[in-house]
T-cell receptor, first 111, second 113 residues
Framework: QKEVEQDPGPLSVPEGAIVSLNCTYS??????FMWYRQYSRKGPELLMYTYSSGNKEDGRFTAQVDKSSKYISLFIRDSQPSDSATYLCAMSAGGYNKLIFGAGTRLAVHP | DTAVSQTPKYLVTQMGNDKSIKCEQN?????MYWYKQDSKKFLKIMFS???????INETVPNRFSPKSPDKAHLNLHINSLELGDSAVYFCASSLGTGSQPQHFGDGTRLSIL
């Protein structure tokens, strides 16, 4: 069993939809949780960063962490075609800052 | 200005050759990383250096040797390339270790013929 599980999709939604992306994990030592967006032939770009449990909002993006369920989510409101990309969850226990990534979910937002 | 830059962007070479990939960051960060992304897009850490000291060394064949000449540069040398080494290699950097977010370059696409 992988330390971080993420449904690879693909996920196809119409423009304006609310998108929900999720990851589960098994290592209770993880404290730092990130979402990266990766466009084709580009490097991962940091979208959201949260510490421990709770919610964080930034514009159309909301990240949620539920440590008791070992479950994290990213919500995208009013999705746009420019949001079409692969979304990677990543987490770390701190220390040497070793990031463990999910497999990535491919999202397509169609006009 | 590109924050984390890698050269070359593409590398096509024959099995058995030796090749190097270079990475430079202009963010003033102390910590740099190498990741491998396979054909299924799965990103996995290989190495990390903090202030030129190797701090993460995952289970990677010893044909892979990282080198950090200074805090702003991290290179990856690969000996005796094999078909399974075909992947995208990403360099990343962070302000320090602990909880610092990591910033990635755009990758080097390595294809072994």
């Amino acid at each position: 069993q992988k330390e971080v599980e993420q449904d690879p999709g693909p996920l196809s939604v119409p423009e304006g939809a609310i998108v929900s992306l999720n990851c589960t994990y098994s290592n209770s030592a993880f404290q730092y949780f990130m979402w990266y967006r990766q466009y084709s032939r580009k490097g991962p770009e940091l979208l959201m960063y949260t510490y421990s449990s709770g919610n964080k909002e930034d514009g159309r993006f909301t990240a949620q962490v539920d440590k008791s369920s070992k479950y994290i989510s990213l919500f995208i409101r009013d999705s746009q075609p420019s949001d079409s990309a692969t979304y990677l969850c990543a987490m770390s226990a701190g220390g040497y800052n070793k990031l463990i990534f999910g497999a990535g979910t491919r999202l397509a937002v169609h006009p | 200005d590109t924050a984390v830059s890698q050269t070359p962007k593409y590398l096509v070479t024959q099995m058995g050759n030796d090749k190097s990939i270079k990475c430079e960051q202009n963010l003033g960060h102390d910590t740099m990383y190498w990741y491998k992304q396979d054909s299924k897009k799965f990103l996995k850490i290989m190495f990390s250096y903090n202030n030129k000291e190797l701090i993460i060394n995952e289970t990677v064949p010893n044909r892979f040797s990282p080198k950090s000449p200074d805090k702003a540069h991290l290179n990856l040398h690969i000996n005796s390339l094999e078909l399974g080494d075909s992947a995208v290699y990403f360099c990343a950097s962070s302000l320090g270790t602990g909880s610092q977010p990591q910033h990635f370059g755009d990758g080097t696409r390595l294809s072994i013929l």
